[in-house]
């Protein structure tokens, strides 16, 4: 017989043979040596002793009924009783007549009767360890550890074997997620956030009990749940948002997205992505913790998972664009050219220009935005340089660096080769940052800018205003200019009270020592407002809207044709 | 020196033993050597003359155990034939004679592997 038939997966097992007849237990040690690594005992309680400190390692117990000391059936009790060691399988070895029965109710896997029978003793060993192996694979991968649900591989196993079993039911497909969990988590600690997952795992549970609904929990804080079909979704969410409430005694915040049965064109995990999407729309939305999936959303994302899926080839492919609106110093006599602001658009093949309100959320949540910012900045950086040799002077670009740039170590060094490739200046590469990632990610944030800002980049605080910058907060912020949010603009009209809004604005940068950028600047009168109230720097259509290179030249000419009649 | 034809000569199933022990002489005469000194023979007319059915029954036992697996037939049917009745704890009148029977053939097979 093959040596190897003992060995699983390559690994040779250890067996325990535990027979006080010296001769039975050489016997059997030697019919089956060259699979297995085996160690004896003489009895029961030599087993036990042994077992305790082996109970990791061993495979399987071969184990005889009528021996001194302690007796095969004491010893299989005692075996069971322990927590250690009830999961290790026991073969009973028997003589004809002896209590087979018994010990199989007493917990035994199999048995083998003497004298030994080479190719039984052999396969039932086999099989015993092949089998409880895998059972206890099944019951390892089969839930999640922490909430006793499912976990997502067994959950669509036994949600499609429903499906094809009760063919006449209608069934929903429910995702549930925890707002802001990793929030929770870091603020409470991971073994309250463990309990609050638990508390949404049990709620789920006693949600589906006496129903013919499964649930597991797909990933992190987010839970599927297959269940049959109803109107009363809202009234699920409710019981389940109380009983996480109550038990976690506090305020934890359950959304659900569903996808109902009405929707018959995918399969079930279409149906789960498609509840997901419904799921993450509301996310952060405090007016709703219920979303369905419907037709118009179906639309989206599947617009949204073409543009995704088109990026690559897009940035190889030369089809995002960088566009360039001048900013303009306001302060003097007349207004000069100070800098532009690098802006990409997206001219798809398909479907025209792709608004970057679209894509660049996409980009930031797939993290390709990370592809989309160097590719930005280095087109900029390469125009800096072609307009430095062509006009002599350098004007200088800002470009967008996202929040998850800061999150990258390496973001200093790509922004400096950039720069040294086209033998720029740092000051000719202006970065803005959004005001969020500032408020969000404040430590973080303000060390990586601070180190930015010690290597010569200024730095401009964008959409200021949009966020929630406390004053306090703003004292400390490295920082070189504030950029009032285009909002403001679109919002204010000439009254007293916006007027009275700008000169804030303006004010509180002064106390921080730096220059306002106001953009969304469409009008003549904004313009004066923002001039009267001390504000410096203004972008917007007023000037000009954002242009290809070439145009903008147009621009550059005609500042130095101006300084120039000065 | 004991040998596979006088355990053959002797009344042994050596091949069902010798297949036992994965054909490997060496092991099987080892095995069976090691009846040599064996005392459950003694142990069982003991435990029988005392009236200890108990005790006759798991002394029997084991030594048919061992008996089975080498295949050591003349010994192994004599303890077989009284191990049954004493499983059942049956009260009889011959079970000092089915001892010495045991004891009997324990004694030939021993003189055998003694050589």
């Known amino acids: ?566 | 020196m004991l040998t596979v034809d006088a355990l053959k000569a002797y009344g042994a199933n050596t091949e069902e033993g010798l297949a036992r022990c994965l054909n490997n002489e060496a092991f099987y005469l080892k095995m069976v050597g090691m009846m040599k000194d064996d005392t459950h023979a003694q142990a069982l007319t003991t435990a029988v003359a005392e009236g200890n059915l108990q005790a006759a029954f798991e002394v029997a036992h084991a030594l048919k155990g061992s008996l089975a697996n080498l295949a050591l037939t003349p010994a192994l049917n004599a303890v077989t034939d009284i191990l049954e009745p004493l499983r059942r704890r049956e009260e009889r009148t011959d079970y000092p004679e089915m001892a010495a029977r045991v004891q009997r053939e324990m004694d030939r097979l021993q003189t055998i592997i003694r050589g």
Not at chain 1, 106 to 125: H, L, M, N, Q, S
Not at chain 1, 239 to 257: C, H, K, L, Q, S
Not at chain 1, 475 to 499: C, N, Q, T, W, Y
């Open chain 1, 1 to 566: 017989m093959d040596a190897n038939y003992g060995r699983i997966n390559g690994l040779r097992r250890q067996l325990l043979i535990v027979d006080d007849d010296p001769i039975s237990r050489a016997i059997l040690g030697n019919l089956i040596g060259d699979a297995y690594d085996i160690a004896y005992a003489e009895n029961g309680r030599e087993a036990l002793n042994w077992l305790e400190r082996a109970s990791r390692t061993v495979s399987l117990v071969l184990l005889d009924l009528m021996m001194p000391v302690m007796d095969g059936v004491e010893t299989l009790k005692r075996m069971k009783e322990s927590e250690t060691l009830r999961q290790i399988p026991v073969i009973v070895l028997t003589s004809e007549g002896d209590a087979e029965a018994e010990t199989l109710r007493g917990g035994a896997t199999d048995f083998i009767t003497k004298p030994y029978k080479e190719e039984i003793v052999r396969a039932r060993i086999a099989r015993t360890i092949e089998l409880v192996e895998d059972r206890q694979i099944i019951q390892t991968v089969e839930t999640d550890r922490l909430t006793g649900l499912y976990s997502k591989d067994f959950f669509f196993e036994y949600a499609s074997a429903m499906v094809e079993a009760h063919p006449g039911i209608v069934m929903d497909a429910l995702v549930l997620d925890l707002d802001h969990f990793h929030l929770y988590n870091e603020m409470r600690g991971r073994a309250a956030g463990d309990q609050l997952l638990c508390a949404l795992g049990d709620a789920i549970r006693q949600e589906l009990s006496g129903t013919i609904g499964i649930g597991c929990r797909c990933q992190a804080d987010t839970f599927f749940v297959y269940i049959e079909h109803t109107d009363a979704h809202a009234s699920i969410l409710e019981r389940i948002t109380a009983r996480v409430t109550e038990a976690v005694n506090g305020m934890a915040r359950v959304r659900m997205g569903v996808c109902t049965r009405t929707d018959i064109t995918s399969d079930l995990e279409g149906r789960f992505d498609r509840a997901k999407s419904a799921c993450n729309r509301i996310r952060g939305d405090y007016l709703h913790a219920l979303a369905y999936y419907d037709d118009s959303q179906y639309e989206q994302d599947i617009h949204a998972q073409r543009l995704i899926n088109e990026t690559k080839e897009a940035l190889r492919s030369g089809q995002f664009k960088v566009y360039y609106q001048p900013k303009y110093d306001i302060t003097g006599s007349r207004p000069t050219l100070m800098s532009a602001e690098a802006l990409v658009r997206w001219q798809h093949p398909e479907f025209g220009i792709v608004s970057p309100g679209l894509f660049i959320p996409l980009f930031e949540d797939n993290g390709m935005i990370r592809a989309l910012d160097s590719y930005v900045w280095k087109t900029a950086a390469r125009q800096v340089a072609e307009w430095r040799k062509r006009y002599g002077r350098v004007i200088p670009v800002s470009v967008n660096v996202s929040r998850i740039d800061l999150f990258d170590e390496s973001l200093l060094e790509r922004l400096n080769n950039i720069r040294e490739a086209n033998e720029l200046p740092p000051e000719a590469l202006i970065l803005e940052i959004t005001e969020s990632a500032y408020t969000e990610d404040t430590e973080q944030a303000i060390a990586v800018i601070a180190s930015l800002r010690a290597a010569g980049y200024r730095i401009e605080m964008d959409d200021f205003g949009s966020g929630y910058s406390s004053l306090n907060m703003l004292l400390h912020m490295p920082v070189d200019a504030l950029k009032i949010d285009g909002a403001f603009m679109r919002a204010i009209s000439v009254r007293e009270k916006d007027k009275w809004l700008i000169a804030t604005l303006v004010d509180i940068a002064r106390h921080l020592n730096v220059p306002t950028v106001f953009e969304g600047v469409e009008e003549e009168q904004q313009v004066s407002m923002i001039r009267e109230a001390g504000g410096q720097i203004v972008q917007g259509y007023y000037f000009s809207r954002p242009l290809p290179p070439e145009p903008f030249e147009q621009i550059i000419e005609k500042d130095i044709k101006e300084a120039e009649q000065c």
